[in-house]
């Protein structure tokens, strides 16, 4: 094999989208950006004050004016940008319960001003997965819901508020991560639906982004055996090329999930899956929230490279894959869009209107004008949720009700003896217990069944996917754990606000 000149190793590098560590851009990513390297993918780490952020993007860009930089900010729970102190925006199924298309264009076309004001051009939302199975581990809160319609008219929606603003969108997760019950961040995830199946659910929301004009998909590290039974989705030229190329018509920006996931580099490491995708149809792979150094790149870049030496990546696909990227830098470049009004506060009208509140007796338990005694149940978040992000409905409560008390458990720590003792503390307060999927967790389930047994006046919050709403003697559901959704609840506790029964 003879050795690659410069033209191709620059050339590889037009299709990788790295992270990086630190506030301000390392050397090595400086280089590689004035050589042609394609962008860079932000993270939490990255993030600071929306002053520091336009100044890094201003640093890249002054390299490669040309560059993607994309982010991962979908609001609500998935949020970059606000990880400090939580989303200003509630997330895609609190959007899907208010069910108002307006509004969700409303929200993404804010959010795309926001980040085109801070140099931000590609955002790796909305998730358009059809959230069909309730004890999906990864996708949850992030699908606008489980009925394929719904979805797609929100998807839609999210699009043309999010592009209206100059800022790219990228539908995921391609063919659909709805319907699991593995995170492909750990393993691969099996899909057993047929072509029917897939074809009227899974698949709908993507065939209206499509029609819709959005700029990017990103693919879903999913073994599908109803197209291919031996490759994840993301490696798969069946999926890729024959599916979202072929039969749907797109013929936008494929985008991997981040290809340092389990499920992909698990098998394959990061450089052989990344040259697997680029050769079953993706353009951009993007890598970095886990291997977020020089050495990582490089080592995807040589082995695409290797690819293309041995002959099993034909360079004329490292080419298209190239121009690809090209043209969305371009698209940006070209439709930016300066702010016209000032922001609102959209997101916290937004988190009120999918507010559902449950009253189980005819005692008047709201409004607390006492400060209760707040019990969170914190579950293990998946990683594409940053574990900083705070949450809850005991910080937006002391706000409203000074001297309110607030206790978070783990599941290793909710033992029987540590809820006596919260118990014990409450015996003269309101109690409030705040829970988020507590059908997915059986801690989160025992620890609600042992605070209710002993106070049955218990005003239950629940942050997550709703399940049952006869817990407590008032049940408040939320749709969404970002901060202005636990802002919403504590103004119904404290009676700010009604809620919808």
């Not at 600071?48 to 040309?66: I, Y």
């Amino acid at each position: 094999m003879t050795r690659p000149g410069d033209g191709l190793l620059r050339l590889a590098d037009t299709v990788l989208l790295p992270g990086f560590e630190g506030r301000t851009p390392p050397d090595w990513l400086r280089r590689r950006l004035a050589e042609g390297l394609a962008g860079v993918a932000l993270f939490s780490r990255n993030i600071g004050t929306p002053g520091q952020v336009a100044e890094l993007t201003a640093a890249l860009r002054a390299e490669n004016p040309g560059l993607l930089v994309g982010i991962d900010e979908e609001s609500g729970e998935v949020t970059r940008l606000e990880v400090a102190h939580g989303s200003t925006r509630p997330g895609s199924f609190a959007l899907g319960v208010v069910d108002d298309t307006s509004l969700t264009e409303e929200i993404a076309r804010e959010l795309g001003h926001d980040l085109a004001e801070i140099g931000v051009n590609f955002d790796f939302a909305p998730s358009v997965d059809v959230n069909s199975n309730p004890d999906n581990p990864v996708i949850g809160l992030r699908s606008f819901g489980a009925d394929p319609a719904l979805v797609a008219r929100h998807a839609r929606a999210f699009i043309r508020g999010m592009q209206s603003a100059g800022v790219a969108a990228c539908a995921k997760h391609f063919p659909g991560h709805g319907d699991t019950a593995v995170d492909s961040h750990h393993a691969l995830p099996l899909v057993t639906a047929g072509l029917d199946e897939l074809s009227e659910i899974a698949l709908l929301p993507f065939r209206e982004a499509i029609e819709e004009g959005v700029r990017s998909i990103m693919t879903a590290h999913l073994l599908v055996p109803a197209y291919d039974g031996d490759r994840a989705a993301t490696l798969s030229p069946r999926v890729l090329t024959g599916l979202l190329r072929d039969e749907l018509g797109y013929d936008g920006l494929i985008i991997t999930d981040g290809i340092e996931m389990q499920a992909v580099a698990g098998p394959h490491g990061l450089g052989r899956a990344s040259a697997l995708a680029i050769a079953a149809g993706a353009d951009l792979v993007c890598v970095g929230g886990e291997h977020a150094d020089e050495a990582s790149a490089s080592g995807i870049r040589d082995a695409i490279v290797s690819a293309v030496m041995e002959g099993w990546l034909p360079e004329e696909r490292l080419v298209e894959a190239a121009r690809r990227v090209r043209e969305l830098a371009a698209w940006t470049s070209a439709n930016a869009r300066a702010r016209t009004a000032p922001a609102s506060e959209v997101g916290l009208v937004a988190a009120r209107r999918a507010v559902r509140v449950t009253r189980r007796t005819g005692e008047a338990v709201l409004p607390l004008t006492a400060p209760p005694q707040v019990v969170e149940l914190a579950p293990l978040m998946n990683l594409a949720i940053d574990k900083h992000t705070p949450w809850g409905i005991g910080e937006p409560l002391s706000k409203l009700l000074p001297g309110t008390s607030v206790t978070r458990f783990t599941a290793s720590e909710a033992t029987g003896a540590a809820i006596e003792s919260v118990l014990a503390a409450a015996a003269d307060r309101p109690l409030v217990v705040a829970a988020r999927d507590a059908h997915r967790h059986a801690w989160q389930t025992d620890a609600l069944n042992h605070l209710l047994s002993a106070r049955p006046d218990t005003i239950v919050v629940e942050m997550g996917l709703p399940g049952r709403s006869d817990l407590g003697a008032v049940h408040i559901a939320t749709h969404g754990a970002a901060r202005v959704c636990g802002q919403a609840a504590a103004e119904i506790i404290v009676g700010i606000g009604e809620g919808s029964a």
